[in-house]
């Protein structure tokens, strides 16, 4: 019998619908619209170069950051696409000071809140260098038939139902779970469709890549300076030297040592004694993720990214994330060089 090789997201989506009798379908559809609006936003990055949409719009965004005019377009698009799908009663962005509260009846009854970078990397986009997109969805606290609430945003990681991530690449893929696996899927741009690419994807026990900015080396604790200094020793049993890649966007950096095995820093600085990092839609989402691929996200003091809970809509968290035995080697570091 004639049985089709590829799967679409979309089916995929529907066909994994059995594992939330809870959800009836609305995750689904709320899957369904951020993969919506990814394509557009993937559209305009592609073709960014040609229109004027490169650049800065001389705003600075809440964490005091240039926003570009990228940024402002991809919170439009995504924060649209969710209102539409009238699963969403509001969102938190890193682009807006407070919450995006959704006032229509239909996404006031609403299920759930989504926290997400609709770009993350775009200082990166005048150099074409891969951005992305992060997303974080919870179901909501307050009461449904009322407007969105703080305390929908401020949960623990453990209480997220979904998770994912958009790279815009040399090619486009969307990467999520639902707390039952991971899988990746690349936009075919023939059809207009995200097809299954990566099934069931782990990440390996043992990595040879590391991620960090070592422009702040000497504003990293001890812990952390020997630690990266551990990992350019020639070490045949132990594969080191390791390898450096570090490109300055959260989803390219996470997705490739993801795929290969590695661990991506980004710990407290003199500047940033919190880390840069936002706990709620960059954090949580991808340790979300890394756990269900078999690794490890943590903070500077070894805790579990997942246990920890925001008190702010943009709050900062040092993270250590990729693969186990990666990150424990770290942890015993931090553990020996505490100042």
Same mark, same amino acid.
């Given at each position: 019998?004639?049985?089709?090789?590829?799967?679409?997201?979309?089916?995929?989506?529907?066909?994994?619908?059995?594992?939330?009798?809870?959800?009836?379908?609305?995750?689904?559809?709320?899957?369904?619209?951020?993969?919506?609006?990814?394509?557009?936003?993937?559209? $305009?990055?592609?073709?960014?170069?040609?229109?004027?949409?490169?650049?800065?719009?001389?705003?600075?965004?809440?964490?005091?950051?240039?926003?570009?005019?990228?940024?402002?377009?991809?919170?439009?698009?995504?924060?649209?696409?969710?209102?539409?799908?009238?699963?969403?009663?509001?969102?938190?962005?890193?682009?807006?000071?407070?919450?995006?509260?959704?006032?229509?009846?239909?996404?006031?009854?609403?299920?759930?809140?989504?926290?997400?970078?609709?770009?993350?990397?775009?200082?990166?986009?005048?150099?074409?260098?891969?951005?992305?997109?992060?997303?974080?969805i919870?179901?909501?606290?307050?009461?449904?038939?009322?407007?969105?609430?703080? $305390?929908?945003?401020?949960?623990?990681?453990?209480?997220?139902?979904?998770?994912?991530?958009?790279?815009?690449?040399?090619?486009?893929?969307?990467?999520?779970?639902?707390?039952?696996?991971?899988?990746?899927?690349?936009?075919?741009?023939?059809?207009? $469709?995200?097809c299954?690419?990566?099934?069931?994807?782990?990440?390996?026990?043992?990595?040879?890549?590391?991620?960090?900015?070592e422009?702040?080396?000497?504003?990293?604790?001890?812990?952390?300076?020997?630690?990266?200094?551990?990992?350019?020793?020639?070490? $045949?049993?132990?594969?080191?030297?390791?390898?450096?890649?570090y490109?300055?966007?959260?989803?390219?950096?996470?997705?490739?040592?993801?795929?290969?095995?590695?661990?991506?820093?980004?710990?407290?600085?003199?500047?940033?004694?919190?880390?840069?990092?936002?706990?709620?839609?960059?954090?949580?989402?991808?340790?979300?993720?890394?756990?269900?691929?078999?690794?490890?996200?943590?903070?500077?003091?070894?805790?579990?990214?997942?246990d920890?809970?925001?008190?702010?809509?943009?709050?900062?968290?040092?993270?250590?994330?990729?693969s186990?035995?990666?990150?424990?080697?770290?942890?015993?570091?931090?553990?020996?060089?505490?100042?």
């Amino acid at each position: 019998m004639f049985r089709k090789t590829v799967d679409t997201l979309n089916e995929f989506i529907i066909e994994r619908q059995a594992d939330f009798p809870y959800a009836k379908g609305e995750l689904s559809r709320l899957l369904t619209h951020i993969a919506l609006a990814a394509k557009v936003v993937n559209r $305009e990055v592609n073709r960014a170069g040609l229109v004027d949409i490169l650049g800065a719009t001389g705003d600075v965004n809440v964490q005091g950051e240039n926003v570009q005019k990228l940024d402002d377009f991809a919170n439009a698009k995504f924060a649209l696409a969710l209102k539409g799908s009238s699963e969403c009663c509001g969102i938190v962005t890193e682009e807006s000071d407070e919450i995006i509260k959704f006032d229509t009846d239909m996404a006031k009854d609403g299920k759930y809140i989504v926290c997400i970078d609709p770009l993350d990397g775009s200082s990166n986009i005048d150099v074409n260098v891969s951005i992305g997109t992060i997303f974080s969805i919870y179901r909501r606290i307050s009461k449904r038939g009322h407007i969105a609430q703080i $305390e929908d945003f401020l949960q623990e990681g453990t209480k997220q139902v979904a998770a994912g991530y958009i790279i815009y690449g040399s090619s486009t893929m969307m990467v999520y779970t639902t707390g039952r696996g991971i899988n990746g899927f690349t936009l075919d741009p023939s059809i207009g $469709e995200f097809c299954l690419s990566h099934r069931n994807i782990q990440i390996p026990l043992n990595g040879y890549i590391i991620s960090v900015n070592e422009g702040n080396y000497k504003q990293f604790c001890p812990g952390v300076r020997k630690y990266i200094d551990y990992c350019k020793e020639i070490d $045949e049993e132990t594969n080191r030297p390791y390898t450096a890649r570090y490109i300055g966007s959260l989803v390219a950096d996470f997705h490739r040592n993801l795929l290969k095995g590695g661990i991506f820093m980004y710990p407290p600085t003199k500047k940033h004694t919190q880390g840069k990092l936002r706990i709620v839609y960059e954090a949580n989402p991808v340790a979300f993720l890394v756990e269900q691929a078999g690794g490890v996200a943590v903070d500077h003091d070894g805790r579990r990214i997942l246990d920890i809970k925001p008190d702010d809509l943009h709050q900062r968290v040092p993270l250590y994330i990729g693969s186990r035995n990666m990150v424990e080697t770290l942890l015993e570091f931090l553990e020996k060089n505490e100042e």
